[in-house]
């Protein structure tokens, strides 16, 4: 396992996840009285795994078709027009 690439995923989606809407809602779910934040934890934990799986398999097939570099130049362009949008409504 290359361990320099564990750690640059690991850290990027780390860092992409803080404070954004699937955290914030997660922790609205935890913060309800009675809540079992076992259920919380597992379940936030098997929707992120299952949505990474999705990504994954995508930019797996997605890489038979297109370029790496061009599917990164997309990517990029998508973000800042994100990053745009939000700056935007804001």
Same mark, same amino acid.
């Given at each position: 396992?290359?361990l320099?690439? !564990? /750690?640059t995923?690991?850290g =990027?989606?780390?860092?992409?996840e803080?404070?954004?809407?699937? +955290?914030? /809602? =997660?922790l609205? $779910?935890? &913060?309800?009285a009675? =809540?079992s934040?076992?259920?919380? $934890? !597992?379940?936030?934990?098997?929707?992120?795994? /299952? /949505? =990474?799986?999705l990504?994954?398999?995508?930019g797996?097939a997605?890489? &038979?078709?297109? +370029?790496?570099?061009? $599917?990164?130049?997309?990517?990029?362009v998508g973000?800042i027009?994100i990053?745009i %949008?939000?700056? %935007?409504?804001?």
């Open positions: 396992m290359n320099r690439l !564990l /750690a995923v690991f =990027t989606v780390f860092l992409a803080l404070g954004d809407k699937t +955290q914030l /809602a =997660t609205l $779910f935890a &913060s309800r009675g =809540t934040l076992l259920a919380v $934890f !597992l379940a936030a934990s098997l929707a992120l795994v /299952a /949505a =990474t799986a990504g994954v398999l995508a797996a997605i890489a &038979s078709h297109v +370029q790496p570099r061009y $599917f990164s130049y997309v990517a990029g973000f027009l990053g %949008w939000t700056i %935007w409504r804001a």
